[in-house]
């Protein structure tokens, strides 16, 4: 049995820092959610979340939560796979309402980074390299995509200032979504002026951390009232790596998108061409790059050229991230997937903060790691349901 | 209990002034890190294999943060050692380096003061830029 899965209802707090409790921001999200599909507490079935991250102060989150609120649930499910988890807890969600198991499921989001020390931070990422052999030489995440960026330049020729173009499109893009943590964007002058953070990696290349919360609805036809957006694919894909990219393939290749962007089109019955939009968990200028080459947008090595062109854009023929994604739109990591599912909403609604014009198709993608795995999700709008 | 902990010749290759890999006895490729299967064909027949611990590095940072108890700023890279991408800190400036650089991997007590576990006592690696090497 599958049965189609609606976007019935979506909201989300402006990144930034929240003097609340977790579950506080979290509750506000999901009850906003259900009051944007038009559906009340008593129809929720199911929560999917990713599983809060070890300085949150509440443990048992959903249990916590729904206590709380009162919900009686079918299902709670929380995930734990670093940048995928958001995009995990959705597929299964997705999952759960296609087979009829739920009729309404809320897959939300929140997390304050502002509550953790850099240190205890940069400690905790340390865990998720190899304990025997990786953590011990001291990397961080930036100093794995500063390869790959380094690699990347290296291999293909690219200018430096085209990496720059990126963030600058991105951050562009953050300073007119409301939502976003920036007021203002930048240039490719103050981008590369900025300082160091792993080199050749700068602070405006890097995703700011901050704080967030996010929720989508998910319901049956049965259950949706008004409900325009489905759920026509999800993909998940995830081949041997663990930040030092695959054994066969180069540091600047991401075979986990395209794997996931196949499987998430075909169950979608769609082409990357019939994507008019792209929501990505690019949190480094060169890796929206590089994920789009895998897509066969762009040839290898040229996607870094395409924001300079103009051509990922809002209003190019090709829009990569129109609300800021974590560059331009701040980085609450575990809420970003959220956020590009509620983004992807909004377009296909014709709501969004930067709308691209007769948006009918949105792919969202959500990674960890190094790309090592990667999550996606095709949304489509104009439904009758 | 009895059990041979699979990474154990890594950290004794290091202790000997050694670095190891694993290889495949089925498809003769090399790996790490230390698995009682290769990742490549999933042959169980795998050997570890001491080195002559030359690489060329494939790609390296400079950390201008870096985790706690780690010296700041830190050189770290990606160094192929057998066919083998293995994560080093780099005993050199950043400035310094280019990309397929030969460096020679040599134990060390470690970069930080990371809580390593049972290795706690066992040697590190740094890669060494070694301009004789092949
Ligand atoms: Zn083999």
């Known amino acids: ?38 559906l009340d507490l008593d129809d929720v079935d199911g929560l999917y979340l990713p599983k809060p991250r070890p300085w949150t102060e509440q443990g048992f989150f959903s249990t916590s939560l729904a206590n709380r609120l009162g919900l009686h649930l079918d299902r709670n499910v929380e995930t734990y796979t670093g940048g995928t988890s958001g995009g995990s807890a959705f597929r299964l969600a997705a999952r759960d309402v296609a087979s009829g198991t739920l009729d309404v499921a809320v897959v939300f989001a929140a997390e304050r980074n502002s509550t953790v020390e850099t240190d205890d931070y940069l400690a905790y990422v340390l865990e998720t390299f190899d304990h025997d052999i990786q953590a011990p030489a001291g990397p961080t995440v930036p100093g794995i995509y500063a390869q790959s960026l ?150 290898r090595g040229r996607g870094a050229l395409a924001a300079a ?39 296909l609604r014709g709501t969004a903060a930067n709308q691209v014009a007769n948006a009918d198709v949105v792919l969202t993608s959500a990674e960890h790691g190094h790309v090592d795995g990667v999550n996606t999700t095709v949304f489509r709008g104009g439904i009758d349901a | 209990m009895r059990e041979d902990v699979i990474a154990a010749p890594f950290f004794e290759a290091l202790a000997d002034d050694a670095f190891a890999v694993q ?61 083998v991408r293995v994560l080093a800190p780099i005993d050199a400036p950043y400035d310094a380096l280019s990309i397929g650089d030969p460096v020679a991997l040599v134990p060390t007590d470690g970069a930080g003061d990371h809580d390593r576990g049972r290795w706690a006592d066992a040697p590190f690696f740094t890669a060494e830029p070694r301009p004789d090497a092949e």
């Open chain 2, 23 to 83: 290889r495949c006895g089925a498809c003769d490729r090399a790996f790490l890190p230390p698995a009682p299967v290769c990742p490549h064909c999933h042959a169980a027949d795998v050997d570890w294999e001491r080195t002559d611990a030359r690489g060329r590095l494939y790609a390296f940072t400079e950390l201008l943060r870096t985790p706690p108890n780690f010296d700041e700023p830190a050189v770290v890279g990606t160094v192929v050692v057998e066919g």
């Open chain 1, 1 to 38: 049995m599958s049965r189609r899965v609606l976007a019935e209802g979506v909201s989300a707090v402006p990144n930034g820092s929240y003097d609340v409790p977790t579950w506080q921001l979290a509750a506000g999200v999901l009850t906003g959610a259900v009051d944007d599909a038009g």
């Open chain 1, 309 to 347: 062109d103009g051509a990922t854009a809002v209003d190019g023929p090709t829009p990569i991230s129109p609300s800021g994604g974590p560059l331009g739109r701040g980085h609450p990591a575990m809420v970003t997937p959220i956020l590009n599912h509620v983004e992807a909403v909004r377009q």
């Open chain 1, 150 to 299: 380094q690699r990347y330049r290296h291999e293909y020729d690219v200018p430096r200032e085209a990496i720059a173009d990126i963030a600058v499109k991105n951050h562009g893009n953050g300073a007119s979504n409301p939502e976003g943590l920036f007021s203002s964007g930048t240039t490719v002058t103050d981008v590369l002026d900025s300082r160091p953070i792993a080199r050749p990696l700068r602070l405006y290349e890097c995703p700011a951390p901050c704080d967030g919360a996010a929720a989508v609805v998910l319901a049956s036809e049965a259950a949706a009232s008004a409900a325009t957006v489905e759920v026509a694919g999800t993909g998940y894909d995830h081949p041997p790596s663990q930040y030092l990219g695959t054994r066969e393939g180069a540091l600047t290749e991401h075979p986990a998108f395209a794997g996931a962007a196949d499987e998430a089109l075909g169950a979608a019955g769609l082409a990357v061409a019939d994507v008019d939009a792209f929501e990505l968990y690019a949190p480094f200028p060169h890796t929206e790059a590089i994920l789009t080459e895998e897509l066969g947008l762009f040839e």
